[in-house]
Structures are given as structure tokens and as C-alpha cells.
């Protein structure tokens, strides 16, 4: 039987290029390269807290960022493996972290009441301070997020979206947490995870954009 030759499957198979196959060791070497760059940032521009190392810091301040990273870790991996969709792909740790990080504005409110929390709201003067630091060093997570979903084919936009801003704003405010000595549990359960849901906002509006395919 012989083939009819057609012109157009050879020029669109002339335009075959090969394509480097997605790994997930890449994604999460990239992803700790910007964290460790995070961390390093904040450590040139504003210190890292020595207290922390020396017994000066309480409990509560290592159960609060040991959360932040850890709901960035999972949240993370969880767009990591989003740009190469599988089946039995999950997101159950990042679920459940965010669930845990939850705790810890609950608990501010427990304790310190209404007007507890409304004064801290009103008067801790480094309070606005630390939102807007975590806000700003969650970029360099948020860029590599981007570029790493930008090069897979991620089905569900909006939720890769959304767990980019998660990962990014709790990086972020992981990295600032480490250079910040306020480990009252008003200061951090409000100011270092309000960054993490202004980020999970933002990034669930504007990334779709930018990763569309």
C-alpha cells in the first residue's frame, strides 16, 4: 500500500524540537535555592536575630516559624507537582498545614481577647512592619514558582495559582521570622500570617495570568 505523502504533517513535524523532561528534584532545588537566597536577603538587609541561637527566644517563636516553613515546604511541593499533572497527584500536607497555620490566629484571639487583639492591631508599632517585610521577601519564591509552572502544563490554574501564594508568603515570612525578636504570640500569630494570606490573594488573582498555556 503505498503512502500519500502530505506536506503538512512534515512541516509541523519539522518544527519538532526535543523537550527537556520536567524533574521534580529540579522544582525542588529551585525552590530551596530561592529560599536559601530569601533568608540570605534578609540576613544582608536587616540581620538575622542572634537571639534565637542563644536561648533568648521563646518556645512559641520556633512553633511559629517552624509552621510558616513547613506549610511553605508543603505548599511548595504541592505546585511542584501540579505543573506535571498525574494521576494520585495530592495536596493533603498542604491542607493540613495550612489548616495548622490556622491555629495560630485563633489562638492569639483565645487569649488575648477582643480588646487584646484590637490593641495589638493598634499599638505594636513593628507589627505593620513585619507584614509588609514577609509580604516583600516572598518575591524571589514566587518568581521561581512562576517560572516553574510556566515550563509544565498545570490543569487546575487556579488552585497551582493559589498554592504559589501560599508557598511564597510563608517563605517569606519564615525568612523575616528569623531576623524579627518579638515572639509574643499577638505578634506573631497576627503580623507574620497575615503575609500568607495577602499572598495566597494576590496570587490567586494575578498568576493565572502568567501562567496560562
Not at 497575615?194 to 495566597?200: E, G, R, T
Request: charged residues 10%; neutral net charge.
Amino acid at each position: 500500500m503505498n503512502r500519500v505523502p502530505n506536506p503538512l504533517i512534515d512541516e509541523l513535524a519539522g518544527d519538532l524540537v526535543p523537550v527537556r523532561p520536567i524533574s521534580l528534584a529540579r522544582g525542588v532545588a529551585l525552590v530551596a535555592l530561592a529560599a536559601i537566597a530569601t533568608v540570605v536577603a534578609v540576613e544582608l538587609f536587616h540581620g538575622l536575630w542572634r537571639g534565637a541561637f542563644s536561648g533568648q527566644a521563646s518556645g512559641f517563636f520556633f512553633i511559629a516559624n517552624g509552621m510558616l516553613g513547613l506549610l511553605g515546604a508543603a505548599s511548595a511541593l504541592a505546585v511542584l507537582r501540579m505543573a506535571s499533572p498525574r494521576v494520585g497527584n495530592g495536596h493533603e500536607g498542604a491542607r493540613w498545614s495550612a489548616a495548622m497555620l490556622g491555629l495560630l490566629p485563633i489562638s492569639a484571639l483565645l487569649v488575648l481577647g477582643f480588646d487584646g487583639l484590637t490593641s495589638e492591631l493598634t499599638h505594636d508599632v513593628e507589627g505593620f512592619h513585619c507584614f509588609l517585610a514577609g509580604s516583600g521577601f516572598s518575591l524571589l519564591t514566587a518568581g521561581a514558582l512562576v517560572l516553574w509552572l510556566r515550563s509544565g502544563a498545570p490543569v487546575s490554574i487556579g488552585s497551582a495559582s493559589l498554592y504559589t501564594g501560599i508557598a511564597s508568603g510563608a517563605i517569606g515570612s519564615f525568612a523575616y521570622g528569623m531576623a524579627c525578636p518579638i515572639d509574643t504570640m499577638g505578634h506573631l500569630g497576627i503580623w507574620h500570617v497575615a503575609p500568607v494570606a495577602l499572598c495566597a490573594l494576590v496570587g490567586k488573582l494575578v498568576i493565572p495570568r502568567l501562567v496560562r498555556w
